[in-house]
Every structure is written in C-alpha cells, then in structure tokens.
C-alpha cells in the first residue's frame, strides 16, 4: 500500500512539475517545464525530447503554473505566464499584466521556493591534457571531478583537482586536492556548513594538509540563472610540510558562484577557499578555481579554467602563488 502511494504521488508530482504549455506560432503545444528565458530564447523541459531551447519569436503564448522574477528593462516584475483573450499576460498580486514576449531579457524561478520530491545528482569530468615534443617535451594533465548530492534539507558537493607537468623528464608539479563539502538548510537561506579538504604537493614538500571544519552559510542567490552562496567555519588544519607535522586553528571562508547565460549555453563560475591560520604564525592559505564553460550539449561542453593557490608563507625555495591555466573538454553525467 505504501509503495503504491509513493508511486502514485510520484506520477502526480511528475505532472504537476510538467505542466506549463508553449503555444507555437504554428499552433503547435509543447507540454512540459519553464526552465528560464535569457538570450531570447525559452529553455523548456520536456518528458519526451528533454531540455530544447526555443526561440521567444516563434511563441505565441506562454502559460505556467509557477511564478516567475520577469526582467523587462530596468522593471522587474513577479508573476505567472497566463494567455487570455487579450493575449500573452503576467499574472502579478496587483492584477494581469499585458507582455511581449520578445521584450522579456530573463525570466528565473526561485529555487529555494519549492521541495523537490526527489534526490538530485550530478557528475561532471572537466579534462585538459597537453603533449609538446620538439625542442622540449613537456606532457601536462589537468583533471577536475565534480560529484554534487541534494534533496530538500540537505547537499553534498565532492570537488577532485589532480594537476600533473612534466618536462623533460623532470616533474614540475604534482598537486592533489580533494574537498568535500556539505549543508544541512535550517531555513530558505541559512544552513549549517560542514567541509573537510586534503591537499598535497610533493614539489613543495607539503605531504598532507588536512583541514576539517564547521559553521554557518547563507545562499544570497539561488535562482534558474544564477547562484551565489558563502560560509564561514571554524577550522582544524593539519600539515605536514618537509617532515614538521603540526595542528593550527583556523577561520575558513568559503564562496561558490555560478551564472548562466545565452540559454544556459554559458556557464561562468567561481569557487574559492580562504584558510586564514589562527596561530602564531598567522599564515593565510588561498585557492580559487574560475572560468567558462560554452555548452554543446547537455552532455558535452568545452571549458577554460585558471586554479589558483596562495599561501603567505611557503615551504623554503618555493613562491607564494602558483597558477594553473587549463583548456579542455567537460563530460557531464
């Protein structure tokens, strides 16, 4: 009996999640989810074709069983795509609007008004690999392994960062870092944050770094276009750099931010870490990861990324900053 209900409200929530309708110019209707509108183009979800972009200039009609924040100009307006005898209208608190549609810049959907009913997953594979040979051979590879897991209270995101050169059959780098992050929401916004990090690279004598933490965060943005969310933690750091083994405290600060644009075709991202150590010493350790990524497919993208790691006081005979710029292709699962 219980699975049975579960099943049935499955089904139900399936149709609820998939009930917003495109009227085509042609008087076709599309059945199925309003993603976002930005770069004049719907991005719509579908049961049977799964996500398709369309055109705003080849829809006549738009309606939706959600509200949407709608940009036209510099005006913001909140409401539900509805078609009257008039026309196409925006459903707001102060009445029906009348709206064009090719005037719309975007339209978003927040996240954080609505529970899903089922567990969300996702993994992605950015790869970046080099090989010269001729004067010098230098063989270089660059791997980064996304793994998020959420449901309505909680999310876990697992990021792997595996940077390797070599040059004439020397090594000139060899880092690993591997962070792992998590958030129980106690409210729309607000969320206790958990992390723990292991860092190593052998080139600067660092064979372990392990920072483990706790605190609060706050997701400021959190839309169908863009996500902006920060927290703070009260951190453990462990370090073992060139045989000194040492425990520090520390405050960690961390911030993650994505934007889409043109159709969700562009990704522009950005997530950094900042340790600032507690002791006497009162070392700071930054890393940051940055770029772009453009869309081929739901599946396929290609990718530009600069990681960056900081830290104020490195091992002897070794600089401060070390930069990774890496061009390479992304496989999303």
Not at 13 to 21: G, I, N, R
Not at 51 to 60: A, F, K, P, W, Y
Request: some cysteine; hydrophobic content about 40%.
């Amino acid at each position: 009996m219980l699975r049975m209900f579960c099943i049935v409200a499955a089904l139900g929530h399936s149709s609820l999640a998939l009930a917003d309708t495109l009227i085509m110019q042609n008087g076709d209707r599309i059945t199925g989810r309003l993603d976002s509108i930005s770069g004049g183009k719907a991005v719509f979800e579908t049961p049977y074709a799964g996500r398709i972009l369309v055109s705003l200039e080849q829809i006549d009609a738009l309606v939706t069983d959600d509200a949407y924040t709608v940009r036209i100009g510099d005006q913001r307006l909140d409401g539900t795509f509805t078609q009257e005898s008039e026309g196409q209208k925006l459903s707001t608190r102060a009445g029906s609007e009348p709206l064009a549609l090719s005037e719309i810049l975007s339209a978003t959907q927040s996240r954080i008004q609505f529970t899903p009913f089922s567990l969300d997953w996702g993994v992605r594979l950015d790869l970046a690999l080099s090989l010269a040979d001729g004067n010098s051979s230098t063989e270089a590879s660059n791997v980064l392994l996304e793994a998020d897991f959420q449901d309505d209270l909680n999310a876990h995101l697992l990021t792997v960062l595996l940077a390797r050169e070599e040059g004439e059959g020397l090594l000139t780098k060899d880092q690993l870092d591997v962070d792992y992050g998590y958030r129980r929401y106690i409210s729309e916004r607000w969320y206790g944050a958990a992390n723990a990090e292991y860092f190593q690279d052998t080139l600067k004598e660092i064979d372990q770094r392990i920072t483990l933490g706790a605190g609060m965060g706050i997701q400021i943005i959190d839309n169908t276009l863009e996500n902006l969310a920060t927290d703070l933690s009260l951190s453990a750091v462990q370090e073992d750099i060139g045989g000194d083994d040492s425990v520090k405290p520390a405050l960690r600060w961390g911030l993650d931010y994505q934007r889409l644009l043109f159709a969700t075709t562009v990704e522009l991202f950005h997530r950094q870490s900042l340790l600032q150590l507690l002791s006497d010493e009162k070392g700071q350790v930054f890393s940051s990861s940055t770029g772009i990524r453009y869309a081929f497919s739901e599946r396929i993208d290609t990718n530009f990324r600069i990681d960056l790691a900081y830290e104020s006081d490195p091992p002897p005979g070794n600089e401060k900053t070390d930069t990774t710029y890496s061009l390479g292709v992304g496989l999303k699962f």
